[in-house]
């Protein structure tokens, strides 16, 4: 279900222009993904709303199924407790420009190193 979230975040960015997907993957605790940005959703703006959006959802979800176990282990996680009641996401995000072919063949995982 979780997957799903993410999957349909990316669905609507998509859908409204901001983003063009290359490859992605999700995984049990971190996300990649190859992305083109249009020139008016900088990187930074797109995670931002990423993570607020989804976050809002994945949590809405697991109140409604009574999960107390993730909802506990998302309370623990949470760095500033004034501010968030829930950490979903890291606060950093690590996204890099293309900038050969080399280096997204890389990434891409088609080639090592």
Known sequence: MMKQVIVDSWNYTQSEGWLTFYAYVIMPNHIHCIVR????????????DF???????II??????????????????????????????????????????????QKHGICSQ
């Open 60 to 105: 809405a979800q697991y109140q409604a199924e009574g999960n107390e176990r993730v909802l506990s282990f998302l309370q623990e996680a949470v760095k500033r407790p004034r501010k968030q009641t829930y950490a979903v996401w890291e606060d950093e995000y690590m996204a890099r420009d293309i900038f050969s072919p080399r280096f997204l063949l």
């Open 37 to 48: 940005c249009r020139p008016d959703h900088p990187v930074m703006d797109v995670v931002r």
């Open 51 to 57: 993570k607020k959006y989804t976050a809002k959802r």
